[in-house]
């Protein structure tokens, strides 16, 4: 059912006004961790067909990326590479000594960015003095030893590091909630091998769908947990935000969904620090397209506590910053965190579907 709702949103997304002729754009306001400290990191994102989960199982929950892709339209393998290129020299790599190198799904996916465009942009990389090291997105099963070493002999002696999308220890949350459509085991297949041949980061997202405040708290540390065990070098928090044309976007605008309290976030890297030394960031939710709702406190506090999590924390990885902030809507997010709901998640996810789907029937919105 979670399915047959996602592949009928995908199926009437449409595309970002203004993107076409876009084949890839630049962002140099984010932050890396490189031999212990925070460094810019420029990260350029290729326009690709959209990832392949979505045409196979209609994609996860949260994700509005589909909107800024081709959606299914080829763009030649030149005209990728052509758009690379031309982003390449607009930077001191010196100065930014990272790049994350992205496509809105899976870099590593031969379907959505074929080797005839990632060859060529990868020994262009291969020689750019000053920048050490590549971030490549992927689902694990494109992670292959193979394929891994393949990229990295055209990155000749450039870092390489891949990030996977674990987002949350639990197999329910993950395929019932989110419909990332894998088992746990199966990552830690995938997460071995990644290890074996580049730097592993780790993604967690932070309040799936039907989960209360608490739960999502517990969840996340859990993913945490995982992570490490995992042998995650750095492990990205992504928070809820709501993207238009997904699940959560339809939730939300029921009034079914709330984005996350940014007070857990200052309670979940509180208790993350009691649990390991890795560094945690914080994702800044610079989505593309960009969401219409983000994680909130009340008016009076939200863009300073937004401020200290993503200008101090994400900075310096010093919690102890976010102690030094209160206001009065603390007490409506401890209530939040004291709400239980006694059904087991799968009762949560199918009526909370069946209430859905019988919405969109009467209304003919699909």
């Known amino acids: 059912m979670l399915r047959e709702v996602l592949k009928r949103l ?36 290729l326009r690709s067909p959209g ?10 929950v949260m994700c509005g990326h589909f909107a800024g892709t081709t959606q299914g339209e080829t763009i030649a393998a030149e005209d990728l590479a052509r758009g ?37 942009i990868c020994r262009a990389v291969a020689n750019v003095p000053g920048l050490r090291r590549v971030v490549m997105e992927s689902r694990g099963e494109y992670a292959t030893a193979d394929r891994i070493r393949l990229v990295r002999g055209w ?81 990205h928090i992504e928070p809820a935000t709501i993207q238009e044309h997904t699940l959560l976007w339809l939730l939300w605008k029921r009034g079914e969904y709330r984005p996350p309290w940014l007070w857990s976030f200052a309670e979940l890297l509180r208790r ?49 910053a976010l102690a030094k902030v209160s206001c009065g809507c603390q007490e409506a997010w401890r209530q939040a965190l004291r709400q239980t709901d006694p059904r087991p998640y799968a009762e949560r996810v199918w009526e909370g579907l069946v209430k859905l789907l019988g919405e969109m029937e009467s209304q003919k919105s699909f």
Do not use: M
Not at 91 to 107: E, H, M, T, V
Not at 192 to 211: C, D, S, T
Not at 285 to 294: E, R
Not at 307 to 319: G, I, P, R
């Open 10 to 45: 995908r199926a009437q997304t449409p595309a970002c006004p203004g993107d076409t002729g876009t084949v890839a754009a630049a962002d140099s306001t984010r932050w890396g961790w490189l031999d212990g400290g925070l460094v810019p990191r420029v990260t350029i994102t």
């Open 51 to 60: 990832c392949g989960w979505v045409r196979q199982g209609g994609g996860c």
């Open 84 to 120: 690379f290129l031309e982003q390449l020299p607009r930077f001191d790599w010196g100065r930014y000594p990272i790049l994350c190198l992205y496509n809105s799904g899976s870099l590593l996916n031969p379907a959505e960015v074929p080797d005839e465009a990632l060859e060529p």
């Open 155 to 235: 990155l000749g002696d450039k870092e390489v590091e891949i990030a996977l999308g674990l987002e949350s220890a639990d197999e329910e949350v993950r395929n019932l909630g989110l419909n990332k459509g894998f088992s746990l085991d199966a990552w830690k297949r995938w997460a071995e091998v990644v290890r074996e041949h580049a730097r592993l980061r780790v993604y967690l997202f932070h309040q799936p769908p039907w989960l209360t405040e608490r739960e999502a708290l517990d969840d996340t540390l859990a993913g945490i947990r995982l992570a490490v065990e995992a042998g995650a070098r750095e492990i």
């Open 272 to 320: 993350a620090k009691e649990l390991t030394t890795t560094p945690i960031y914080l994702s800044p939710c610079k989505h593309y397209p960009p969401p219409v709702a983000l994680p909130e406190n009340c008016p009076a506090c939200t863009a300073r506590v937004n401020n200290l999590l993503q200008e101090q924390y994400n900075l310096t990885f010093a919690e102890s």
